[in-house]
T-cell receptor
Framework: DAGVIQSPRHEVTEMGQEVTLRCKPI?????LFWYRQTMMRGLELLIY????????DSGMPEDRFSAKMPNASFSTLKIQPSEPRDSAVYFC?????????????FGPGTRLTVL | GNSVTQMEGPVTLSEEAFLTINCTYT??????LFWYVQYPGEGLQLLLK?????DKGSNKGFEATYRKETTSFHLEKGSVQVSDSAVYFC??????????????FGKGTLLTVNP
């Protein structure tokens, strides 16, 4: 299996622009997670889905952030409009099954820079 | 709420030195505990885990024992290599809202091993 795939790997944009990050989970995994990593705040869970349905979006920082999962093999995280403080590495992860001890598999991340 | 506290880095060691990275947690129930590792430019990957008290997780020469009495899950390795240089994250997984689980991560500890 190719693992969790994220695109783009790097994104540089200007303040106010719309940014869309993409994720393809591992086939057969029914949970998908979006995280944000910064030096100041560490790794933060933004939102997660079970069987394409959002379960917990309490980590989404504000209304400028939205996430969708139209099918089992694709998810997007959108920031509109983007701001410099959104600069971070965004990770997507997927997991198979309900059990809390099951491993989460992380993608390589998208490094976002907002100028 | 649940939380994970791990020793702040950076930690710098010489090759073949002994490694300990401390991790303690706060949780209301009986979490599973994990160590994830992040190599430069990559996503996180599972290093080891333990699902109940007194379990020992081990992988690639690393070990950690789930200590419920001290709420700890310290990571150890007897002889580190340059290739172990990475950021190490302690995490716990606990049931949240019915049958859903999510991970809570520590802030990460940067380990650098010099030849």
């Amino acid at each position: 299996d190719a693992g969790v795939i994220q695109s783009p790997r790097h994104e540089v944009t200007e303040m106010g622009q719309e940014v869309t990050l993409r994720c393809k989970p591992i086939s057969g995994h029914d949970y998908l997670f979006w995280y944000r990593q910064t030096m100041m705040r560490g790794l933060e869970l933004l939102i997660y889905f079970n069987n394409n349905v959002p379960i917990d979006d309490s980590g989404m920082p504000e209304d400028r952030f939205s996430a969708k999962m139209p099918n089992a093999s694709f998810s997007t995280l959108k920031i509109q409009p983007s701001e410099p403080r959104d600069s971070a590495v965004y990770f997507c992860a997927s997991r198979a099954g309900l059990a809390g001890y099951n491993e989460q598999f992380f993608g390589p991340g998208t490094r976002l820079t907002v100028l | 709420g649940n939380s994970v506290t791990q020793m702040e880095g950076p930690v710098t060691l010489s090759e073949e030195a002994f490694l300990t990275i401390n991790c303690t947690y706060t949780a209301t129930g009986y979490p599973s505990l994990f160590w994830y590792v992040q190599y430069p430019g990559e996503g996180l990957q599972l290093l080891l885990k333990a699902t109940k008290a007194d379990d020992k997780g081990s992988n690639k020469g690393f070990e950690a024992t789930y200590r419920k009495e001290t709420t700890s899950f310290h990571l150890e390795k007897g002889s580190v290599q340059v290739s172990d240089s990475a950021v190490y994250f302690c995490a716990l997984s606990e049931r949240w809202e019915g049958s859903n689980y999510k991970l809570t991560f520590g802030k990460g500890t940067l380990l650098t091993v010099n030849p």
